[in-house]
């Protein structure tokens, strides 16, 4: 997967394979630790210190992307040069033996410097056996950069794949040769941190410089969307992400990708001014593109770990190992043990909740992807995206809150009705304007609590939108409606069959079933903090209308899990129960507690 | 200096060791010596520092021995390492590389092309060796010692490898060599216990004593005045500025408790810091701050997990009972005795 123009060429899965200045024109977040990632390079090869420096982060968290611009740096560094010398390993070279590596190194330099290190030098290893020909090679290299006064440079990406396939006896063996010829310096990236390089036991225990990289956050995030679009020479989305809108597309996006800067390069292609309030397409697109991927890495798992990954992907809480076990026909100790290599291969992660431990998938997208998978169709996937893209661009809503907040009088009531009766009574005219006041009307109604009018207004509303290209604007009157339906609850003016009755209503246009969602949820954190976070039981039964009324409808499945987790946390003020959800919903909860 | 936790230093970058150097040298006059510490301590600096600034007098030569997976690779790796000093003095017969020839080894151009490993006699190709080097420093009246490196991982490799019965003949070999040269040194060192391993060899019916000729030394961390020297260095290195160096300097020695491993850690942990934001400026606070965010961190990235789980290791099933007079210790200010602790945990 690529995204292509007339000029630039950025390889998503392979930015080695990308033009260096390009990735340079698209570099966030990272430039201080590059600098300093050089700088203890320059210290390696100008002094007789050695710095070790290992990158960890996730798959598509920027890793090649700042190898390959380490790289591009150095090789304009001609006085480093001078003393520098650079393996760069192949990725996917398979290394089983401190011989294989040494060959791999060799076959490296050999690639960058073919004039100085040649095949024929070494022709004569493949006459020995393995020891003899590892002893030549061990010394061959450490002679020749000792002869030149060169440091060498060794790359390695996955180095928790290479130390595990040498295994202890080959890391023993490398570890001796590093110590033995203080003339290398190592760079190297992992998945994650193994036992390897942890264990205080282990040859490697404390002998890199550890740089956990971090995720993007939305200001970088926005960063590098912004320079993908100017370099690809699409400037009106470089003007659009800096719109409201835009930025709250970019916060839907982090949301939906952890973070994760592979997913900020494929979504990027799907930002543009006609996706304003369509993210739900391009998402479901990409979320097709990337679930062979998805795929192909579950493949490579042992089946019993294969089925812990698919459950936990359809799993609609973080889940106990008990939980698995009993689903997967399985004991609690062989779940335990393959959760603990499943964690250490960045495929799950862990919290506590008292005693027990509860896990989740590492990665919201492979989630999304198993879980597309499994149900052979969109619908949950676009639910969730559709409910996560609308809670963002609510922020961007903010007129009709400033009205509210200005202290609403009956006479502007008075005056917007008018204007909305005029709207609607003139002849023909846009389905869409109309719609919109007639939602203006039931506002006013709602207000008044005059409900049949209200219930009758609305739906002649939402019907006209309906019929029209819509707009999350165009449901912003939901947002005051709530307040006034729940003062109206509060004072025993509205019961079961009203709350049903508009649910009815609402349930014909899964947009606007959406947004009432978005709404109720910010309702209750904004009650919750008017309440200083104490239960109030109004809330409670308030909730329990509205499951009433939804009756377990697929669509608002969303929303009543969030509000009864939110009820959960308001009496018991204790954050482990936002563990009832999974992570892409938490976030959202916690947001709107005002945790996050 | 920069900031290099884990990595290797430049001799001149080591900090707070001479006196310690000096002592080992004093020692290696009259015995040779195994070096006990726990891990990051250091030992593989002092070594490097021995191997490359030894006193007059002396020929040291450093090898890391946690390759070796057998005997016989033992052997022909000191072999070849001699062999590097030997050809250039040619003044004593080598009969090492006698032994080699006649076990099939053939010299090419000056190179001797080794025999198969398979079956060498291991220990005469071993004893050889060294009488050939020590021969040779006698004429001109030197001693030689051997820095050895990570040594227990590799007797647990050849005990796991070829039973620990030729582990126990590696041991041996080595303490009558030991006995026979005057001159002839080795220093040990492993990130191991040594009496790990041969506690365990003990237990396959290993009735000797290998190292009661050796002295032991305990490595343990630098001084405070070395240890806030290296930070203040370490500090400028960063580029870090500070309204006082000397308290940051100071607050860095006294939280890693003068480990010059995790001095270069916290320092390197401020740069990091300093990148990620626009404050110019470290603080003793900052120090504190960062020290307990490794503490808390749940990935424990110091592997400080490790100073619970051995405790199970070392004590096994009196575990418990170390737990608890450990925690008896850590709440109180000033050091107790038994007979307090005992009171205490009956009381309670």
Not at chain 1, 115 to 137: G, N, R, W
Not at chain 1, 157 to 168: K, M, P, R, T
Not at chain 2, 140 to 164: K, Q, R, S
């Amino acid at each position: 997967m690529s995204i292509k123009s007339t000029d630039i060429q950025l390889s998503i899965f392979s930015p080695n394979q990308s033009n260096p200045e390009q990735l340079e024109a698209i570099f966030v977040q990272r430039e201080g630790l590059l600098n300093r990632c050089i700088e203890n390079i320059e210290a390696s090869a100008y002094t007789d210190g050695k710095h070790h420096q290992l990158m960890v982060g996730p798959r598509g968290a920027g890793k090649t992307h700042l190898v390959t611009l380490l790289v591009h740096r150095i090789e304009k560094n001609k006085k480093l040069l001078k003393h520098l010398k650079i393996a760069w390993l192949n990725e996917d070279e398979t290394c089983v033996t401190f011989l294989d590596l040494l060959l791999s190194i060799f076959s490296a330099l050999q690639r960058r410097y073919p004039l100085e290190y040649t095949e024929q030098d070494i022709a004569d290893i493949y006459q020995q056996s393995p020891e003899q020909a590892q002893d030549f090679l061990a010394s061959y290299l450490s002679d020749a950069l000792r002869k030149n006064n060169d440091t060498l440079l060794i790359i390695v990406e996955n180095l928790d794949a290479l130390f595990e396939s040498i295994g202890d006896k080959g890391q023993k063996q490398l570890r001796a040769y590093l110590q033995e010829n203080p003339l290398f310096t190592l760079f190297a990236t992992s998945q994650r941190l193994t036992d390897d390089l942890t264990h205080r036991h282990d040859p490697f225990f404390g002998f890199f410089q550890t740089e956990h990289l971090k995720a993007l956050s939305e200001e970088e995030a926005a960063s590098l969307v912004s320079k993908i679009a100017a370099l690809s020479n699409k400037l009106d989305v470089a003007r659009f992400l800096k719109t409201p809108t835009g930025k709250a597309r970019i916060k839907a996006l982090h949301h939906l990708s952890g973070g994760n800067h592979r997913m900020y390069m494929i979504l990027s292609q799907f930002i543009s001014r006609d996706s304003i309030d369509t993210l739900v397409p391009p998402f479901l697109k990409m979320v097709d593109e990337l679930t062979p991927y998805y795929q192909e890495r579950l493949r490579w798992l042992p089946p019993l770990q294969r089925k812990i990954v698919e459950h936990l992907a359809t799993s609609k809480t973080t889940v106990s190992v008990k939980s698995i076990a009993s689903r997967l026909f399985s004991t609690n100790q062989t779940i335990s043990s393959q959760l603990k290599e499943l964690k250490n291969k960045g495929y799950v992660k862990s919290h506590k909740r008292s005693r027990e431990s509860l896990y989740e998938l590492t990665e919201p997208l492979m989630r999304i992807c198993v879980e597309v998978k499994e149900n052979k169709n969109h619908q949950p996937i676009a639910m969730l995206v559709d409910f996560i893209r609308i809670w963002y661009d609510r922020d961007t809503i903010r007129e009709k809150l400033n009205f509210i907040d200005e202290g609403m009088q009956e006479k502007d009531y008075l005056f917007s009705a008018k204007n909305s009766m005029k709207a609607i009574n003139s002849g023909g005219g846009d389905a869409n304007e109309k719609g919109k006041a007639y939602l203006d009307i039931a506002e006013i109604y709602c207000y008044q609590n005059l409900w049949e009018d209200f219930i009758k207004a609305f739906g002649l509303g939402l019907g006209l939108l309906e019929a029209s290209s819509k707009t999350d604007g165009d449901y912003a009157a939901l947002r005051i409606m709530v307040d006034y339906l729940y003062v109206n609850f509060s004072r025993g003016d509205i019961d079961h069959n009203k709350t049903s009755g508009l649910f009815d209503v609402l349930s014909k246009d899964k947009k606007a079933l959406s947004a009432f969602g978005v709404d109720l949820l910010r309702h209750l954190g904004w009650q919750a903090k008017e309440n200083k976070k104490k239960h109030n039981p109004i809330l409670t039964q308030w909730v329990s209308a509205w499951k009433l009324a939804a009756n377990g409808n697929s669509d608002f499945a969303i929303t009543i899990r969030l509000l009864e987790v939110g009820l959960d946390y308001l009496q018991s003020h204790d954050e482990s129960v936002f563990l009832e959800l999974v992570e892409s919903e938490r976030v959202i909860l916690k947001n709107a507690f005002g945790l996050e | 200096m920069k900031a290099n936790p884990g990595g290797r230093l430049a001799i001149k970058d080591i900090i707070g060791r001479d006196k310690l150097v000096e002592d080992l040298w004093e020692t290696l006059s009259r015995q040779s010596v195994y070096m006990t510490a726990e891990r990051r301590i250091g030992k593989t600096h002092v070594m490097n520092i021995m191997c490359q600034q030894p006193p007059k007098g002396w020929l040291s030569i450093y090898q890391d021995l946690e390759k070796h997976h057998n005997a016989t690779d033992f052997a022909i790796s000191v072999y070849q390492e001699v062999q590097k000093y030997l050809s250039t003095k040619k003044r004593v017969s080598n009969q090492a590389k006698k032994l080699l020839l006649a076990l099939g080894g053939a010299e090419v151009k000056g190179v001797l092309k080794l025999p198969e490993k398979a079956d060498l006699p291991w220990k005469q190709i071993f004893e050889h060796t060294i009488a050939d080097i020590v021969k040779e420093q006698a004429v001109e009246d030197c001693n030689i010692v051997f820095l050895w490196d990570e040594m227990p991982y590799m007797l647990a490799n050849i005990a796991t490898a070829e039973g620990e019965q030729v582990a126990i003949e590696v041991l041996d070999m080595l303490r009558s060599l030991r006995q026979t040269y005057k001159n002839f040194r080795v220093l040990m060192a492993g990130s191991v216990g040594l009496h790990h391993v041969i506690g365990r060899l003990k237990e396959q019916g290993y009735t000797n004593e290998p190292l009661n000729d050796m002295y032991q030394f305990d490595i343990t961390t630098i001084g405070k005045k070395d240890a806030e020297y290296l930070s203040q260095q370490l500090l400028q290195g960063a580029n870090l500025q500070a309204s006082d160096i000397g308290a940051v300097a100071s607050m860095i020695a006294l939280q890693a408790d003068n480990f010059p491993f995790y001095i270069h850690h916290i320092v390197r942990e401020m740069e990091s810091e300093k990148t990620q934001s626009a404050k110019n400026k470290v603080t003793a606070e900052d120090v504190e701050r960062i020290v307990l965010r490794q503490l808390t961190n749940e990935n424990d990235p110091w592997e400080f997990r490790h100073y619970e789980t051995r405790i199970k290791d070392y004590y096994g099933d009196r575990a418990l009972v170390v737990k608890i007079i450990l925690d008896e210790l850590a709440l109180k200010k000033k050091s107790i005795g038994k007979r307090v602790i005992r009171k205490d945990k009956t009381t309670n």
